[in-house]
């Protein structure tokens, strides 16, 4: 089965200590601890609380559907791709997909082409709330390689939610393939610091037109793919692959 790696590295430190939101974040973490400490939970609370749902604007979901499939055409080999889901309070509500190196195996992202997404996450005024990929035409799923980047992101944003009168944090990650096949996970850390990273179902939301895209927004999410993905035809000390 086609694996990938994706390196992110501490480039979602640095492009989240830049963004306005976090800094509010930031700013409210410095003055008490990042988690709510009054409201101890038990375990078997935390594995009940811990969330099961992702929440999509069907317009963001079918932007993930349509970069699943135009990487592949316009390239004519079965790239995957990778996105940051960003959103407002919990729901995704666009992908941002940053310039990134692809191989059959691989995709590799560097903190500065992260940061390059800065001016349209300040623009849009949203926050990272996980991340998408797709599996070209394979089937939708979480490969270790997947599992490890969902704690990466979790680890490197800071999105909260409060639970039961306890402040958790959050992140998602969904993968999706040509078919139009999701598999979502999000991951929830407790004030405990243990995390649950449950299969989700997807809560869409609704979206103008159904969220399907117009002609214009599918043209312009394919120049965007045109520019930001660089096919690395061999192997590269670059890349690191890892199959399963
Ligand atoms: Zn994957």
């Given at each position: 089965?086609?694996?990938?790696?994706?390196?992110?590295?501490?480039?979602?430190?640095?492009?989240?200590?830049?963004?306005?939101?976090?800094?509010?974040?930031?700013?409210?973490?410095?003055?008490?601890?990042?988690?709510?400490?009054?409201?101890?939970?038990?375990?078997?609370?935390?594995?009940?609380?811990?969330?099961?749902?992702?929440?999509?604007?069907?317009?963001?979901?079918?932007?993930?559907?349509?970069?699943?499939?135009?990487?592949?055409?316009?390239?004519?080999e079965?790239?995957?791709?990778?996105?940051?889901?960003?959103?407002n309070?919990?729901?995704?509500?666009?992908?941002?997909?940053?310039?990134?190196?692809?191989?059959?195996?691989?995709?590799?992202?560097?903190?500065?082409?992260l940061?390059?997404?800065?001016?349209?996450i300040?623009?849009?005024?949203?926050?990272?709330?996980?991340?998408?990929?797709?599996?070209?035409?394979?089937?939708?799923?979480?490969?270790?390689?997947?599992?490890q980047?969902q704690?990466?992101?979790?680890?490197?944003?800071?999105n909260?939610?409060?639970?039961?009168?306890?402040?958790?944090?959050?992140c998602?990650?969904l993968?999706?393939?040509?078919?139009?096949?999701?598999f979502?996970?999000v991951?929830?850390?407790?004030?405990?610091?243990?995390i649950?990273?449950?299969q989700?179902?997807?809560?869409?939301?609704?979206?103008?037109?159904?969220?399907?895209l117009?002609?214009?927004?599918?043209?312009?999410?394919?120049?965007?793919?045109?520019?930001?993905?660089?096919?690395?035809?061999?192997?590269?000390?670059?890349?690191?692959?890892?199959?399963?």
């Amino acid at each position: 089965m086609k694996n990938k790696e994706v390196a992110v590295g501490d480039s979602l430190e640095s492009l989240f200590s830049l963004t306005p939101s976090n800094c509010k974040e930031i700013d409210a973490m410095n003055k008490k601890p990042p988690f709510d400490q009054i409201i101890a939970l038990t375990e078997e609370q935390e594995e009940r609380l811990a969330l099961r749902q992702i929440h999509i604007s069907s317009r963001a979901l079918h932007k993930m559907f349509f970069m699943a499939k135009e990487v592949i055409r316009l390239f004519n080999e079965p790239l995957e791709v990778y996105a940051l889901a960003v959103g407002n309070s919990e729901v995704i509500e666009d992908i941002l997909i940053p310039r990134q190196m692809c191989s059959h195996t691989s995709i590799h992202i560097n903190a500065k082409d992260l940061l390059s997404l800065m001016p349209e996450i300040q623009k849009q005024d949203v926050n990272v709330l996980g991340w998408t990929h797709s599996h070209a035409n394979f089937s939708v799923f979480f490969s270790g390689t997947d599992t490890q980047n969902q704690k990466t992101i979790l680890a490197e944003t800071s999105n909260f939610r409060t639970l039961n009168g306890s402040r958790v944090k959050f992140c998602y990650g969904l993968t999706v393939n040509i078919h139009q096949d999701v598999f979502g996970m999000v991951s929830t850390q407790f004030s405990s610091g243990k995390i649950y990273s449950n299969q989700a179902t997807l809560e869409i939301h609704s979206s103008p037109n159904d969220g399907v895209l117009s002609d214009f927004e599918e043209a312009a999410l394919s120049q965007i793919l045109r520019d930001h993905i660089h096919i690395l035809k061999s192997s590269s000390q670059d890349f690191k692959s890892e199959h399963c």
